[in-house]
Structure formats: structure tokens, C-alpha cells
């Protein structure tokens, strides 16, 4: 019997075969899956820092308005809206209507907008065949539908008659022809300027260079010619160099309120009604100079009172919101501003009313209301004293007119 041993033993190792199994048997197979699904995602986590601190206690503020409390108090501002909103909601209603911008399209692309010509108006039809090739004036009827010009010559200086024509179109007619004008009238003096009726789109107005003031209804049967001033001492000598349609509440009854205006370079400016064929001025004024120079072109002015000489008139305009006050430009350079009205302040009643030893007769109170104002005292006094007579109980005609 062996004795126990503690220790280790260093005996090598031994192996043993299997006895039953002589081969590894392997197989290869293969399965499939769906595809895995990955995704990225990213968290920010934020960072938080607590901190405390005292402040005042909060009050209570009621609500603050957004306009000062006395901005609906201000009585100016309230009429002028008053005044206004009419006339703003007036024209906007009227812009809703106009014709005048149909068929524009605003090119916001460009900094200027592009013009282009649409017609090259020039009559060639039957006309004289000395008849003068230069245009004198051009104008637009008041719904912009028909234009008309009028030829003449540009290099005259005396009254020799030349032949002149006026001519017309109606630029948005279908059968426009630009070589053939819808209306061509002879004239046997050539015009200056011409003015369309602001609301009558038939009325033309013209000024000849020979002084004359003439009258045409468009589409009128035979002669459209409805009226031409007559030569007399209270009509143009010169060239008329303006005609301005205005209104007159007291001139323009008879013609729907409306009067034409003429300056001419003989340094008169005449008011003409065309109820009555223009036979005559319903009215005028003499154009003075104040720098003591004669004028008018070759008018002839004559000094009144030191005030200057007649000065020829090269322009007129009336003002927008009052119809009855102007500005006429003058040859020497100088505007004068005036008005319809100037002499009309006084009527007929007012001069019978008034308080005297002697009254007036009704034609002499007619020809005190075109008196000036700075004259009408002194006159006054001068048929005063000349009618010093106590068996005369009227002021007559004839010594007003002295």
C-alpha cells in the first residue's frame, strides 16, 4: 500500500481517441431578414441656471390711449375733413368711371416707361396746293376721342392772306386713316391756337393771326362755322396768342356758364360769349405794363393815367378752384394775376340804393359797375359836382360818360 502524497506530479498528459465517432459531419445553410432600419437623433439638453432677486412692488397702470385725449378735440382739423372727405370720395368715384388710363399697362420692370408712336397724323387729301406744311396748333377734345391741328406758315410777319387748313381725327375709329383727316376745312387766314368746349366735344374755338376769334361745331350739316368776331375798335388787332374756356356765373348764362377768353398781342384780353355768335365782347381789359415800356407787338398801346403802356399778352391760365381768377403772361416777361369779377363787385341795385341827393338812372348805375374801385369814388364826386343843377332830379347817361 502506497503512502499518501501531497505534492504535485509531474506525469505528462494523456490523450484518448474516440471510438465512435471517426468524422465531423458540417453543413452550410443561409436564411434572410428584413433589412435593419437605422436612425440618428441628436437631444440637446439645455442648460438652466436659477437666480433670484427682489424688485420694487408692481402697480396696476390703467390702459394708456393711443392718441393724445385732446387730438379729437381740435376743431381745425374736424373741418377740414369736413370740407375735404366730399371732394376726396367725389374723385375717387370719378376714377372708377374715367376712361382715361383704358388700355395702359404700367411697366413696374423699368425705371421709364416706354412711348411709342401709334399714328403719324398728316392730311394728305384734297388741299390747296400752296397750302403750308408747317402746324401751328394742336388740341385734345375734352373726352380725348378727337385731336385737331391747324397748319400755317411759321415764318410770317405782315397779314398777307396764305391758305391754311384745319384739321381734325378721331384717333379710335376703326377706319382711321392718318394720311386723310375726318373733317379738313380751308380757312383763308391761318390760325395761332385753338381750345376745345371743357364739356361740348363738338365746340372748337380758334384765334387767327389776323386778330380774328372763330367758332366751329364739329359734325355740323353744310358750314360748321358757328360764329367770327367782326373787326371794330374793341376786337384784336394782332395775332391772338391764347384761348382759355372758363366758367362765368354772371357772363355764361346764356351758354351753359361758360365763356371763351382771348389774349392777343395787342394787349387786350376779351371775354366773348358763344351764345351769340361772337359778334361781340361781353367784356375785356386793357393789359398795361408797369415798367413804362410800350409793347403789344406793334398794337399801338397808349399811356393810361402814367399806369404804362398796352403790353401784348403771350399767356393765359385760370385757376382750377376759381374759374374767374387769372394769370396772363406778358412780352416784356411780367405775370399779372386778376380777375373776372374785378369790376362786376357792384351791381345795378346797389348804385340805386344808394343814399344821395340826386339819383342815378338805371343805365348810368349799369356803366358805374365797370368802373374801377380806385376810380368809381372820384368819378362819382366829378358827376356830383357837374350836376349841381337842383331842376336836374337824375344823373344822365351822357355826363356819366364825360
Known amino acids: 500500500m ?17 471510438c465512435w465517432r471517426g468524422e465531423i459531419s458540417t453543413k452550410v445553410g443561409q436564411a434572410q431578414t428584413d433589412p435593419l432600419e437605422q436612425a440618428h437623433q441628436r437631444t440637446q439638453h439645455p442648460k438652466l441656471k436659477d437666480m433670484e432677486m427682489v424688485t420694487d412692488p408692481v402697480e396696476m397702470i390703467g390702459a394708456v390711449p393711443m392718441v393724445r385725449s385732446g387730438f379729437q378735440k381740435l376743431k381745425e382739423l374736424d373741418a377740414f375733413l369736413e370740407q375735404c372727405t366730399p371732394m376726396l370720395e367725389a374723385q375717387l368715384h370719378r376714377n372708377l368711371n374715367t376712361r382715361a388710363f383704358e388700355g395702359h399697362e404700367v411697366s413696374w420692370d423699368e425705371q421709364y416707361d416706354q412711348v411709342s408712336c401709334l399714328h403719324a397724323l398728316k ?11 408747317g402746324c401751328t396748333a394742336v388740341v385734345w377734345n375734352a373726352p380725348g376721342t378727337v385731336v385737331a391741328a391747324a397748319y400755317g406758315a411759321l415764318d410770317r410777319n405782315d397779314w398777307q392772306r396764305t391758305p391754311s387748313m384745319l384739321c381734325t381725327w378721331s384717333v379710335f375709329r376703326r377706319s382711321l386713316d392718318p394720311s386723310k383727316a375726318d373733317v379738313a376745312l380751308e380757312l383763308s387766314d391761318c390760325l395761332t391756337c385753338l381750345a376745345f368746349h371743357p364739356e361740348d366735344p363738338a365746340l372748337l374755338a380758334g384765334g387767327a393771326y389776323n386778330g380774328d376769334v372763330l367758332l366751329w361745331r364739329l359734325g355740323e350739316k353744310g358750314d360748321p362755322l358757328v360764329g367770327r368776331s367782326v373787326l371794330t375798335n374793341f376786337t384784336h388787332h394782332e395775332p391772338v396768342q391764347q384761348l382759355q374756356w372758363t366758367r362765368d356765373p354772371q357772363r355764361g348764362k346764356a351758354s351753359g356758364g361758360y365763356v371763351l377768353v382771348s389774349v392777343a398781342a395787342d394787349g387786350k384780353m376779351l371775354v366773348w360769349s358763344p351764345s351769340d ?13 408797369t415798367n413804362g415800356r410800350g409793347g403789344g407787338g406793334g398794337g399801338g398801346g397808349q399811356p ?18 376759381d374759374p374767374t381768377t387769372f394769370v ?8 399779372l394775376k386778376g380777375s373776372l369779377l374785378a369790376h362786376e363787385l357792384r351791381t345795378v341795385q346797389s348804385i340805386l340804393r344808394e343814399h344821395a341827393e340826386l339819383p342815378w338812372s338805371a343805365s348810368a348805375a349799369a356803366l358805374l359797375t365797370r368802373v ?4 368809381y369814388h372820384r368819378l362819382k364826386s366829378k358827376v356830383w359836382n357837374s350836376r349841381a343843377d337842383p331842376h336836374t332830379r337824375a344823373s344822365a347817361l351822357s355826363v356819366l360818360a364825360c
Open 328 to 335: 396772363v403772361a406778358l412780352e416784356a416777361g411780367q405775370l
Open 2 to 18: 502506497l503512502a499518501p502524497s501531497f505534492s504535485d506530479s509531474a506525469s505528462e498528459a494523456v490523450g484518448f481517441e474516440s
Open 372 to 375: 374801377p374801385g380806385a376810380q
Open 304 to 321: 393810361k393815367e402814367g399806369k404804362g403802356m398796352l403790353e401784348g399778352a403771350s399767356g393765359l391760365s385760370f385757376n382750377a378752384e
Open 123 to 133: 392730311h394728305k387729301g384734297t388741299r390747296p396746293a400752296s397750302s403750308p406744311e
Open 277 to 289: 355768335g361772337l359778334k361781340a365782347p361781353v367784356g375785356g381789359f386793357h393789359l398795361l405794363s
